[in-house]
């Protein structure tokens, strides 16, 4: 209490005292101190922001203040001594909440206390989808986007009209991609459609200030057949991998086929409208959904080629492509330019329109003229004496006899209809009319009508050269120029600072270059010095990141030449590991088919070119439909080399190693770019048509491979086919040991079949990739490649095979269970366990009884009636055998009784064979049976891990497989 304020009580209290004559006076109560009242309220604020606090105190006097934390996430307060506290809110990614302490002293330490609840809001940002769900309107269908891991969901109305808002955190990855699917009920069931957008943050931006995305804005908000259709096809472009970023978004929306985008957009609509009145159109067995067919290739191919004959496939096409609500509009006249984009393989394009109605037909040295008109969305090129023409050859069958022939082709007329705006261009169906004439007189000329979709971006699409600035080599596209025995239709460029360059393809031919004005943009015009000044210019056309399309120009001899194609900065870091080479290489991104080439690069050095299709199409591939071309592969200055090699036959690998093989045709590809399993290459292609003749001209072209560890068909092929490539095609093994464990050191062995007592070999690898092998008293030498999943590829031109593999199958200890070439037997260390192990062998002389396997799980490698090894699952009781058909050793296929004698020999009744473990270690045991009717020796293995046994026979198999082929 106040110091004045107890004095002046006193004094009253005195004064009345004097001044009565009673001798007792009541008195008022003293004034009793009381603690501080303190009022604040809970209050909220919102993620990383500031707030203060104040509290209001009641009290006679001065009070001290103390403010603390006593629950949820930690924060530091501020001025704490004080009535108002500061802190700046945490981070969250959901709504939290923390309690803060006030304590109030007065000044005779009186105390109140307070708790304050803070909500920690947290801070979203948000986006609204608005868009229609339909082929026919999905009703009532569930909406679901997910962005990363989150999910967001909503139903359609009656019209498969649905708003959705999609709140992220702040801190949220903003350049997540976003993917919305629509699934429809009942009836709609089949319906489960997909819409792959770009990243929320480009969303965000497009909607604009009230956070709203329509249509209008991108019209991919409409989940469609179509959309469904395009989100399949980039799963399948991309192997399965998530799409990532919103780069490869577009690289890979540039990369599909449109005219495969169409046919199962088409398809998917034929199946929601059409399969209810017609069972032929209904989805296949097994099938859940369209989006399911859309994913599986092979299922799709087969349901387009089972109707897109009918009506009702050519009905259905039509109707999607004049629904405004499935196809974005393209009205437009003002195109000057179309860039065709057909594909990686294809050479593309360009169509030049003038404003007097005149243009050129720019394709592989031929250009054009014709007469243009525009109506419709049409633009129809016309010129009856051709705008462009090609000789080909062609098998036809003339009385009774097939002979080959030739051809004249001449275009005449072409119409190009806009169907469908896209991202970046338009879905364009093109008619093109064709005179085909018989030079040599072997049939009648005919006419000649062909349709397909494709993509073309404008000169709309042109943008800023940016590849320019940088000091590694630039891969792009070029005009299919020929120059000194060399077609270029791709072109290798170093750009130096000062304006000099060199292209790699002509031998580093030097070069000038210079950005020039071109559309409004900047491109890259080069003059090849040494070529007359003969000059290309190069437009870019998107810029997807690291791989972005191209147009170029050139004039070479007075003929204009254009192409169209993927180029990119190569990062000169990125290069192809010969450790990793080995696999299946495949022009196939959208799953298996029955129409397909691959490349099959073995760890020995052989490379196998592969070649099928159905002709028949009957589901089945023949022999007849299944081409073997034999060669090898090597990699020599980052340059990975593929040869075909010819003699007669289909093992043809080496023609260093055989004098009657003769090299056909060689491809050498110089790596651009690596994305996950797919990768760009530069590619060189020559061939010699006849032995003995010089190779002819090389040809240069960029294309795009997918690193794939299955054999892209969908039927299996032929098992006379098989025998020769082998079962199993060239996969990484798991489970080998790696071979550096056993540098400088010598792994010794005796003969495999240990039938007599004799000399040592052994294998000696240095770290420098030279290896010794020594046998029989002759020393061989060469060198050895480790791969990547620890192969060894051994190659010594005098007394091995080329490409002989060795590899480490299990180890423990000083022993190591090696396979070489066709065989497999144990390698010691050191000399004496090696001479120890020959001399327990050829005199049947056990090291160890069975005491150690009693009760133990057994994995037995062995090989089976078909020389395949297998595992075997067992148990040793103290005198039976148990044997097991299967892995978790529950189900008893045999038991065996048996005897063990005092050296560890096992016999048995009624069997005059013999067993004993001849090795033991921690690891593995080797056992061996005296097989007496065939007076031979078998050799199996004890392993008590079950992956080990799994890995070992997987890696045994398919090492002896490739050692056969």
């Not at 903003?174 to 319906?191: D, F, R, Y």
């Not at 006899?401 to 338009?426: C, D, M």
């Not at 292209?503 to 890259?524: A, Y």
């Amino acid at each position: 209490m106040n110091l004045i304020k107890s004095m002046l009580a006193a004094s009253i209290s005195l004064a009345l005292l004097s001044g009565c004559e009673s001798d007792f006076v009541d008195h008022p109560d003293e004034p009793i101190n009381t603690a501080p009242v303190i009022s604040v309220s809970d209050t909220a604020v919102v993620e990383k922001q500031a707030i203060s606090i104040s509290a209001t105190v009641q009290d006679e006097g001065p009070v001290t203040y103390l403010w603390s934390q006593n629950a949820g996430l930690s924060v530091a307060l501020e001025n704490t001594n004080t009535g108002t506290v500061s802190f700046i809110a945490p981070s969250v990614s959901e709504d939290k909440k923390i309690s803060l302490n006030l304590t109030v002293t007065d000044s005779e330490g009186l105390t109140s206390e307070k708790n304050v609840v803070v909500d920690i809001q947290q801070q979203l940002v948000k986006l609204s989808l608005e868009g229609i769900a339909t082929d026919s309107p999905l009703i009532d269908a569930a909406i679901k986007a997910k962005i990363g891991s989150q999910e967001f969901t909503t139903t359609t109305n009656s019209d498969g009209y649905y708003s959705l808002e999609l709140a992220l955190d702040d801190d949220a990855d903003m350049s997540q991609l976003v993917t919305i699917e629509a699934q429809g009920k009942e009836q709609q069931q089949a319906a489960l459609l997909q819409s792959r957008l770009m990243s929320f943050a480009s969303l965000k931006t497009k909607a604009g200030d009230d956070a709203v995305l329509t249509n209008d804005e991108d019209f991919s908000v409409n989940i469609t057949n179509l959309t469904t259709a395009k989100s399949a096809l980039l799963a399948r472009e991309n192997l399965f991998v998530d799409i990532k970023s919103e780069q490869d978004l577009k690289r890979l929306s540039n990369e599909i086929s449109a005219d495969e985008l169409v046919k199962v957009a088409t398809a998917i609509k034929v199946i929601l409208d059409k399969s209810t009145s017609n069972e032929l159109f209904a989805l296949p067995e097994g099938v859940n959904n369209v989006l399911e067919l859309a994913l599986d290739n092979e299922k799709m191919t087969q349901y387009i080629k089972k109707v897109e004959q009918t009506p009702e496939f050519s009905q259905a096409q039509e109707e999607m492509l004049a629904d405004e609500k499935v196809v974005q509009s393209t009205k437009t006249n003002n195109i000057k330019t179309f860039y065709y984009n057909r594909g990686n393989l294809s050479i593309n394009q360009v169509i030049e329109l003038d404003n007097d109605g005149t243009g050129r037909y720019l394709l592989q040295n031929y250009d054009g003229r014709f007469d243009w008109i525009y109506q419709n969305d049409v633009y129809t090129l016309n010129n009856p004496e051709g705008f462009y023409a090609y000789q080909t050859t062609a098998d036809i069958e003339i009385d009774g006899e097939t002979k080959r022939v030739r051809q004249e082709v001449t275009t005449y007329k072409a119409e190009l209809k806009l169907i469908a705006a896209t991202e970046n261009g338009f879905l364009v169906k093109e008619t093109e009319y064709k005179n085909v004439e018989y030079p040599d007189g072997e049939l009648e000329n005919y006419q000649l009508t062909n349709e397909s979709i494709l993509k073309v971006f404008t000169q709309n699409e042109q943008v800023d050269f940016t590849f320019a600035q940088t000091q590694n080599p630039i891969a792009l596209p070029a005009p299919h120029i020929f120059v000194d025995q060399v077609s270029l239709g791709a072109i290798t460029l170093m750009l130096n600072d000062d304006g000099t360059g060199a292209v790699s393809e002509l031998g580093n031919t030097p070069i000038t270059w210079r950005m020039i004005e071109d559309n409004n943009k900047q491109s890259l015009h080069i003059t090849l010095s040494d070529y007359d000044n003969e000059t290309i210019l190069f437009r870019q056309l998107t810029s997807d990141g690291d791989i972005a399309t191209f147009a170029a120009f050139s004039e070479f001899d007075g003929i204009k030449n254009a192409s169209v194609g993927t180029g990119s900065i190569i990062d000169e870091s990125e290069t192809f590991n010969i450790a990793t080479i080995p696999g299946i290489y495949s022009y196939n991104f959208d799953g298996k088919s029955l129409d397909e080439f691959w490349f099959e690069l073995w760890p020995d050095g052989k490379a196998i070119s592969m070649s099928v299709y159905d002709s028949n199409e009957d589901g089945q591939l023949s022999v007849a439909e299944s081409r073997i071309y034999a060669g090898n592969w090597h990699l020599d200055d980052d340059i990975l080399t593929i040869t075909r090699n010819l003699n007669g036959r289909d093992d043809c690998y080496y023609v260093e190693q055989d004098p009657n093989c003769w090299l056909w045709n060689t491809r050498q590809w110089k790596l651009i770019e690596q994305i996950e399993d797919t990768i760009y290459v530069n590619n060189m292609h020559q061939f010699t048509y006849s032995q003995g003749e010089e190779p002819r001209e090389k040809t240069f072209d960029n294309r795009k491979f997918n690193r794939a560890t299955e054999r892209p068909i969908s039927s299996p092929l032929p098992d006379e086919i098989l025998q020769q490539i082998g079962y199993q095609p060239p996969v990484s093994l798991t489970g080998l040991i790696s071979p550096n464990n056993y540098l400088g050191k010598r792994l010794y062995f005796t003969d495999h079949d240990y039938k007599v007592e004799g000399e040592l070999g052994y294998f000696h690898f240095d770290d420098n990739n030279s290896f010794q092998y020594y046998q029989d008293n002759n020393l061989s030498t060469g060198t050895y490649q480790i791969f990547s999943d620890n192969q060894l590829i051994l190659r010594d031109g005098s007394s091995l095979m080329y490409g002989a593999n060795y590899s480490l199958l299990i180890g423990s200890s000083n022993v190591v269970i090696a396979t070489f070439e066709e065989h497999i037997w144990p390698h010691f260390t050191s000399e004496n366990d090696a001479k120890e192990y020959m001399s327990i062998v050829a005199d049947n002389k056990p090291v160890s009884n069975v005491e150690h396997l009693i009760g133990r799980d057994i994995y037995m490698v062995d090989r089976d009636q078909d020389d395949q090894w297998v595992v075997s699952y067992l148990k040793f009781d103290e005198d039976k055998i148990t044997i097991y058909s299967d892995e978790s050793f529950t189900t008893i296929n045999t038991e065996l009784d048996y005897s063990v004698d005092d050296t560890g020999m096992i016999s048995f009744p009624d069997d005059q064979n013999t067993m004993y473990l001849s090795l033991v270690t921690d690891e593995f045991n080797i056992i061996i049976t005296n097989d007496v009717g065939n007076s031979s020796k078998d050799f199996n293995y004890f392993l008590f891990d079950q992956q080990k046994a799994k890995d070992f026979v997987n890696n045994t198999n398919a090492l002896r497989e490739s050692a056969q082929r």
